[in-house]
């Protein structure tokens, strides 16, 4: 686990998770204060962004991120396939080929993090790699590998959580600590007793 850098781990070799692009604010003609009236919950923060080149307003609430087209103030509607796989390529770096897609309503335990129905997109490279894309924003939300895969395997088991493989504080953890640092303590203790032992069994008798 301590060889490999969790750059390779995390996947950034094989996708970029930030594209660079050029905002041009004369593309956002939309009125925000039109907007604004659309949305009921309280708004904590509102951004310029592109999805697959056509600008967006951000605007995040409690509920979560809504998309509006910077010219129409159209809301963004679910993406389809065919926008999820031009959006995975986009970000892809490796030189795989799309084999396969699937729109999930639940994200794997691998991508666990992802809430609600989310895009699979699987790349037929080396590591297997597979992209996670947000079908409400578009965005690429999680890089897999069969690199990461081994890792996580590996971590569950330095961690013995089973289920999430996230709670270091687990009580099986706890447990088998404990035990070792009793185990640990009580060798250390019988060591020196055994020191004391062949010490006392050199000594010369007295003479006499």
Do not use: C
């Not at 686990?1 to 070799?13: A, F, N, Q």
């Not at 729109?103 to 699987?122: C, F, H, I, T």
Request: zero cysteines.
């Amino acid at each position: 686990m301590s060889v490999i850098p969790l750059e390779k781990v995390h996947g950034d070799h094989l996708a970029s998770k930030n594209l660079y692009h050029v905002i041009d604010n004369q593309q956002y003609l939309y009125s925000l204060d039109t907007l604004r009236l659309k949305i009921a919950d309280p708004i904590n923060r509102i951004s310029y962004t592109t999805v697959l080149g056509e600008p967006y307003y951000s605007f995040q609430t409690a509920s979560g991120e809504r998309l509006f087209h910077g010219f129409s103030g159209e809301l963004m509607t679910t993406i389809n396939a065919d926008e999820a796989a031009l959006i995975a390529k986009q970000h892809y770096l490796g030189d795989g080929n799309l084999v396969e897609q699937k729109l999930l309503d639940k994200a794997p335990m691998e991508a666990s993090r992802n809430k609600g129905k989310v895009w699979q997109l699987r790349f037929d490279d080396t590591w297997n790699t597979t992209l996670y894309v947000s079908p409400t924003n578009g965005k690429l939300t999680t890089i897999r590998s069969d690199l990461w895969r081994i890792f996580d395997f590996f971590w569950m088991l330095h961690i013995m959580d089973y289920d999430d493989r996230e709670d270091f504080n687990n009580p099986l953890l706890i447990t088998f600590s404990i035990s070792a640092l009793v185990f640990t303590l009580t060798g250390i203790i019988l060591l020196f007793k055994s020191f004391n032992i062949i010490g006392f069994s050199r000594k010369k008798p007295r003479n006499l």
